[in-house]
Nanobody, 125 residues
């Protein structure tokens, strides 16, 4: 069973930056798609970014231009660089991954099978 573990969350003021990192216990190239999701209190998780094995990247409109997803297959990590953070970005952030190529057609609207435990990001005004 592959494991994903997030790190890099914390508290930052509006306009600041954070980089989240997700370490995979196994090779990331087994995954067709890797994601960053976030969850607001009392809400369902929502995908904010996906990177596919063919390096196609899709961002949610709410974060486009501010966040950058990247994958390092040599280190088996997935990162999310977050710039110009806003108080409305405050959420629990999760790394997730899917092996099935069914994720390709679904874009951000896919529920991957493998999840990390999450890391909290808090942005103060």
């Amino acid at each position: 069973q592959e494991l994903l573990a997030e790190s890099g969350g914390g508290s930052v003021q509006a306009g600041g930056s954070l980089t989240l990192s997700c370490a995979s216990s196994g090779p990331t190239d087994i995954y067709s798609c890797m994601y960053w999701f976030r969850q607001f209190p009392g809400k369902d998780r929502e995908a904010v970014a996906i990177i596919r094995r063919d390096d196609i990247i899709i961002y949610a409109t709410s974060i486009e231009g501010r966040f950058t997803i990247s994958r390092d297959s040599a280190k088996n990590t997935l990162d999310l660089q977050m710039n110009n953070l806003k108080p409305e970005d405050t959420a629990m952030y999760y790394c997730a991954a899917a092996k099935s190529e069914s994720c390709y057609a679904a874009g951000l609207n896919y529920t991957p099978a493998t999840w990390g435990r999450g890391t909290q990001v808090t942005v103060s005004s």
